[in-house]
């Protein structure tokens, strides 16, 4: 045991997850998780402060500029604009540096640090244009305010304030657009939390509650009806149905005897079960998915911005336009004070503090807007990716899907109707607490009253339920136990295969030793569903549908929303791996998913879309969250993210050409720099400008005609 030397938690040094002191169990950051838990939380507190440095600096500044306009206007007796008054004498000077300079080195250090890696890269970002144009200003300023003499010429001004406000505008976008992605360490912190604290072991003859991380290979655990299971294992005793839909995705619960494999996590829901520990710490079905989560979210968090990939080729552009205004100026014009006005000017107009909010003005304005609609985008990385679509790939249960079971078809195959089914069949159902019980529990109770006089109830784990039911010895079941109880079920085959094909669970209803019903239950299709891929089509995407479920339910399914190919019998890690595989192929791959089963493939998606209604883990991976349970909104959440980065694209343009257009103005000497800096804000509201007319747009738009178009059967 040791403590982690980042966040002081508690590290066992073996399994990387977890460990128990005093009794009490504690997570804890293993190497890569010190980069996904600890690192993005710090970072974007100090990003906080430095934006409250660089925010208060530029408001003080204001302030001061306010008052000094009215003094001014006041001292005129006249209502009219005054220019941005220069006051060369020493106090006023004084001021401006002590305001600015926390600015400067405190607000504006991120700058500073990365253009010191651009040039170490031999790359060129904003980071560098910034870090040059501000300290240029603040140099400049500095110089003529300690050492006037330095400078030529008799009028002197000082620009502190430029290089604050473009510190401050650009500080407060990259916190806001930070502020609106939650850290991804959430995701894989839950997903640690879905592992029981404690376990309840045989050892020496007597059970023992241990924490489940000091479980070890070949431990012999208990777990009761509503408990998880500590860790992988087998089960050596007992018979019981196991949840294992937020690990496989396998929507109905799975039937669990000796011999079978138990996944950790997984919850118990009916009988007592002994199981044999297998699995445990980093090699269990959970910690591969930990493990899946991490890389992917590594992975994807290497994505170069668009602004970054322009001020490659930018800045190097403007760099060298400074330095030969200023030669030009020096050598041909023989003015060196304008030549250094001129440069500075340069320098300031070319640094685009509009830039700074490019991204994050449209980005605020359509999260506004898809949080209006139930649509959640999380940054700006996965607006550019959406644009460039080719692949969408759907998780089955709770996706597609209801996510639970439900009465599909009921078949009449004696003398019985099918209310009169459903009332016998419901009633001895009411004593199973199993999913398809309670289905069909459901559905009887909104035709009949129940429940009728039920005696004798036995449930029988695999097999199915058996009662007496006002008189009348009813089971309710699959073919294993209509063969234990000698109940042919020779004339009911066909039909059974039928249901079988379409990924359905047939319950039959054998009254006094005859097979009198078929109950049909299925995990059926959201209403939505089939509308949705068709909107998908329509916007020239593929559909694929992939599933820890087996080929026949799955195929029935696609069928019936309209995709075409199908991936079955899946498991979680193979999810990811499956998405790989068509990125790989040169695919842009979008996943849409609601469990923790699909967290990797979320993760490793270049946009993961998930369903609001699922589970945290899937919501935190995703890039997108559909906050509503509408299929729909997937193709809605695409529209949005394509308009908010069409707007974000426009704003980046204004910021740079706005600016770039105004370079030869101020390398010709038209510019000061102070008027440089005005026009630089000019720039900032009209990219805010543009931003706020995304709140026009129609999430809905086109819907109407593809409505049409799908009734028609056009797709």
């Known amino acids: 045991?040791?403590?982690?030397?980042?966040?002081?938690?508690?590290?066992?040094?073996?399994?990387?997850?977890?460990?128990?002191?005093?009794?009490?169990?504690?997570?804890?950051?293993?190497?890569?998780?010190?980069?996904?838990?600890?690192?993005?939380?710090?970072?974007?507190?100090?990003?906080?402060?430095?934006?409250?440095?660089?925010?208060?600096?530029?408001?003080?500044?204001?302030?001061?500029?306010?008052?000094?306009?009215?003094?001014?206007?006041?001292?005129?007796?006249?209502?009219?604009?005054?220019?941005?008054?220069?006051?060369?004498?020493?106090?006023?000077?004084?001021?401006?540096?002590?305001?600015?300079?926390?600015?400067?080195?405190?607000?504006?250090?991120?700058?500073?640090?990365?253009a010191y890696h651009s040039i170490k890269h031999r790359t060129a970002n904003m980071d560098l244009l910034i870090a040059i144009a501000t300290l240029t200003a603040y140099i400049y300023s500095t110089v003529v305010l300690f050492f006037p003499d330095a400078i030529p010429g008799e009028e002197k001004y000082v620009y502190f304030e430029v290089s604050a406000v473009i510190i401050a505008f650009v500080l407060l976008g990259k916190y806001m657009e930070e502020a609106i992605k939650k850290k991804s360490s959430a995701a894989v912190r839950k997903l640690l939390d879905l592992k029981p604290a404690m376990a309840r072991v045989i050892r020496d003859g007597l059970e023992t509650d241990i924490p489940s991380n000091q479980v070890i290979e070949g431990d012999v655990m208990i777990v009761k009806p509503g408990e998880k299971i500590p860790t992988d294992g087998t089960v050596i005793e007992g018979k019981s149905s196991v949840d294992e839909k937020m690990i496989t995705g396998e929507s109905l619960p799975v039937g669990k005897q000796s011999g079978d494999e138990v996944i950790g996590a997984t919850l118990n829901i009916q009988g007592l079960l002994k199981v044999k520990a297998t699995k445990v710490g980093k090699e269990t079905a959970l910690s591969q998915i930990i493990h899946v989560v991490e890389q992917a979210q590594a992975s994807t968090a290497k994505a170069q911005r668009l602004a970054d990939s322009i001020a490659a080729k930018f800045v190097p552009a403007v760099v060298s336009a400074s330095a030969v205004t200023f030669l030009v100026w020096y050598f041909v014009m023989q003015d060196y004070i304008s030549g250094l006005l001129a440069f500075v000017a340069v320098l300031i107009i070319a640094c685009p503090c509009a830039l700074g909010v490019a991204t994050p003005?449209?980005?605020?304005?359509?999260?506004?807007?898809?949080?209006?609609?139930?649509?959640?985008?999380?940054?700006?990385?996965?607006?550019?990716?959406?644009?460039?679509?080719?692949?969408?790939?759907?998780?089955?249960?709770?996706?597609?899907?209801?996510?639970?079971?439900?009465?599909?078809?009921?078949?009449?195959?004696?003398?019985?109707?099918?209310?009169?089914?459903?009332?016998?069949?419901?009633?001895?159902?009411?004593?199973?607490?199993?999913?398809?019980?309670?289905?069909?529990?459901?559905?009887?109770?909104?035709?009949?009253?129940?429940?009728?006089?039920?005696?004798?109830?036995?449930?029988?784990?695999?097999?199915?339920?058996?009662?007496?039911?006002?008189?009348?010895?009813?089971?309710?079941?699959?073919?294993?136990?209509?063969?234990?109880?000698?109940?042919?079920?020779?004339?009911?085959?066909?039909?059974?295969?039928?249901?079988?094909?379409?990924?359905?669970?047939?319950?039959?209803?054998?009254?006094?030793?005859?097979?009198e019903g078929i109950i049909a239950v299925a995990d059926s299709l959201k209403e939505s569903s089939p509308m949705a891929i068709a909107a998908l089509k329509d916007l020239g995407i593929e559909c694929i549908m992939i599933t820890g479920d087996n080929e026949k339910t799955a195929s029935a399914i696609a069928e019936d929303v309209g995709i075409k190919k199908v991936i079955a019998n899946v498991l979680p890690s193979d999810k990811a791996s499956e998405i790989k595989k068509l990125q790989s192929k040169g695919e842009i791959v979008a996943m849409v998913g609601d469990g923790i089963n699909d967290a990797p493939a979320l993760a490793q998606a270049d946009i993961g879309i998930a369903i609001g209604s699922g589970s945290d883990i899937a919501k935190e991976t995703g890039g997108i969250v559909l906050i509503k349970n509408d299929i729909m909104d997937v193709s809605r959440a695409i529209r949005l993210s394509q308009a908010t980065m069409k707007k974000i694209k426009q704003n980046l343009f204004w910021a740079f050409a706005y600016n770039s257009g105004a370079i030869p103005l101020a390398a010709i000497g038209l510019l000061s720099p102070i008027i440089a800096a005005a026009a630089m804000a000019l720039s900032s509201i009209s990219v805010i400008a543009n931003s706020a007319m995304l709140k026009r747009y129609n999430i809905t738009n086109g819907e109407e005609k593809l409505m049409k178009n799908f009734k028609n059967k056009k797709f």
């Open 361 to 515: 003005a449209a980005l605020m304005v359509g999260v506004g807007k898809g949080a209006e609609s139930g649509i959640l985008i999380r940054g700006a990385e996965y607006l550019e990716r959406s644009q460039k679509i080719t692949t969408i790939v759907f998780d089955k249960t709770g996706t597609l899907t209801k996510g639970e079971p439900e009465v599909t078809d009921i078949v009449c195959v004696g003398t019985l109707s099918e209310k009169e089914i459903m009332e016998l069949g419901g009633s001895v159902e009411t004593g199973s607490e199993h999913p398809i019980a309670q289905a069909i529990v459901k559905k009887t109770k909104d035709m009949v009253t129940l429940p009728l006089s039920l005696n004798d109830f036995e449930s029988l784990n695999g097999l199915g339920v058996q009662a007496i039911v006002n008189g009348r010895q009813i089971y309710g079941g699959n073919r294993k136990m209509m063969k234990k109880y000698d109940i042919s079920t020779e004339n009911v085959e066909s039909k059974l295969k039928q249901l079988e094909s379409q990924g359905k669970t047939a319950i039959m209803v054998a009254v006094d030793n005859k097979i």
């Open 1 to 114: 045991m040791a403590k982690d030397p980042v966040c002081g938690m508690v590290v066992n040094e073996e399994t990387g997850i977890s460990s128990e002191v005093g009794g009490r169990l504690f997570y804890f950051c293993s190497p890569m998780c010190k980069q996904t838990f600890v690192q993005p939380e710090k970072e974007l507190a100090k990003m906080k402060k430095r934006m409250y440095v660089a925010a208060s600096g530029a408001l003080v500044l204001a302030i001061i500029r306010a008052a000094l306009y009215l003094s001014v206007a006041a001292g005129a007796m006249v209502v009219s604009w005054v220019p941005f008054p220069e006051i060369p004498f020493l106090s006023y000077g004084l001021l401006l540096f002590i305001i600015v300079t926390p600015v400067q080195f405190i607000g504006g250090w991120s700058f500073y640090v990365g």
